[in-house]
């Protein structure tokens, strides 16, 4: 079975700086998809981010880019210029090689933005 | 804007006691999903469905049932509520499983 492990299940961050949230998937597949959601205080989940594992480019919306090395099974999640909005849990997720359609997610990662 | 919405925020039931929670969406999505979330076990899939009155058993279908007879609505079922089912509750909506998923706001159950 698919596993998914977000090793840091706390990280902090400074408003304006950086931070890169870590996740690792353990597949044999090599057609694949990854995500990250974001789950704010108002329990909403939303998609932050999205990478298609045939794709060699990493993903980026704005913000929030990935780091995704496909030989070492690691998808880390980068936001650049934290801001307090960006305060929530982080789900990575995996879905979707060969006859497995179940998303898959990781434990969280819960993410503090200091002012 | 796309939608799901799940009819209770916060649910108190007894144990023992039969449980619908109830989840509509309104974007014509073929794929619905109960999922549950508990701290540090991050989201666990129940049921998913891909089809009206089609169903697939998650990863911990135990203790419940779904129900899909409209495309728009996917009712997860606690036959006899017990504590352990305490728990948030979240239902999603998508065209497809590698798709963009859309949430519900989430039913947080309570079983005393």
């Known amino acids: 079975a698919q596993t998914v492990t977000q090793s840091q299940p706390e990280m902090s961050v400074q408003e304006a700086e950086t931070v890169t949230l870590s996740c690792t998937y353990d597949?044999?597949?090599?057609?694949?998809?990854l995500f990250w959601y974001k789950q704010p205080p108002s329990r909403q989940m939303i998609l932050v981010i999205r990478q298609e594992a045939y794709k060699q480019q990493n993903a980026t919306e704005n913000r929030f880019s990935v780091n995704f090395q496909k030989a070492a099974k690691s998808f880390s999640l980068k936001i650049s210029d934290s801001q307090l909005g960006d305060a929530a849990m982080y789900f990575c997720?995996?879905?979707?090689?060969?006859?497995?359609?179940?998303?898959?997610f990781g434990k969280g990662t819960l993410l503090t933005v200091n002012p | 804007d796309v939608k799901v919405t799940q009819s209770s925020r916060y649910l108190v039931k007894r144990t023992g006691e039969k449980v619908f929670l109830e989840c509509v969406q309104d974007?014509?999505?073929?794929?619905m999903f109960w999922y549950r979330q508990d701290p540090g076990l991050g989201l666990r899939l129940i049921y998913f469905?891909?089809?009206?009155?089609?169903?697939e058993k998650g990863d911990i279908p135990e203790g419940y049932s779904v129900s899909r007879e409209k495309k728009e609505r996917f009712s997860l079922i606690l036959e006899s509520a017990s504590t352990n089912q305490t728990s948030m509750y979240l239902c999603?909506?998508?065209?497809?499983?590698?798709?963009?998923?859309?949430f519900g706001s989430g039913t947080q159950l309570s079983v005393l």
């Open positions: 469905s891909y089809d009206v009155k089609m169903k």
């Open positions: 997720a995996y879905c979707c090689g060969g006859s497995n359609y179940k998303l898959t």
């Open positions: 597949t044999s597949e090599s057609d694949y998809y």
């Open positions: 999603a909506s998508s065209t497809g499983v590698w798709e963009k998923l859309f």
């Open positions: 974007m014509d999505h073929e794929n």
